[in-house]
């Protein structure tokens, strides 16, 4: 009986703190995607992980600096409306007009700050005429 127990102990406790560490990194991974209108009705608590889609709403796209450029645009889900700020890359695809994930968090001044940045491809190819 006692070895039994010499061994049902410590697996007790290394299965334990494994599944603590699970947990917690599991906890830390998880993004919520949002709509603009569910992100301005409740606000989330600061710096949890969004994502919001939509698309870019014409006449708002700007880009200031050089190398890493920022990018200011608008994200428009019918009527609601989000401004957005990311600084880097952005997709070929990316373009006024089109539609758009961003991942990031909500600022105190109700800008969206964006730490990646996905462009919805067109859903249609076709080739050249002759």
């Keep these: 009986m006692k070895r039994k127990i010499r061994y049902i102990i410590p697996l007790l406790l290394i299965g334990g703190v494994i599944g603590y560490l699970f947990s917690s990194a599991f906890r830390s991974a998880i993004q919520y995607y949002v709509t603009v209108a569910e992100l301005q009705a409740a606000p989330p608590p600061p710096g ?4 919001v ?6 006449g708002t796209l700007t880009q200031t600096g050089s190398r890493p450029v920022t990018y200011q645009f608008t ?16 997709p ?4 006024e007009g089109g ?3 961003a991942t990031g968090t909500l600022g105190a001044d109700g800008t969206f700050e964006a730490t ?3 462009a919805k491809c067109a859903s ?3 080739a050249k005429a002759p």
Excluded: C, N
């Design 124 to 126: 249609k190819y076709e």
């Design 48 to 51: 949890r992980i969004l994502k």
């Design 116 to 118: 990646h940045i996905l």
């Design 53 to 58: 889609g939509g698309t870019v709403k014409s």
């Design 99 to 101: 539609e758009v994930v």
């Design 92 to 95: 070929d695809t990316f373009k």
């Design 75 to 90: 994200v428009a889900q019918g009527d609601d409306e989000l401004p957005v700020r990311y600084t880097g890359m952005v």
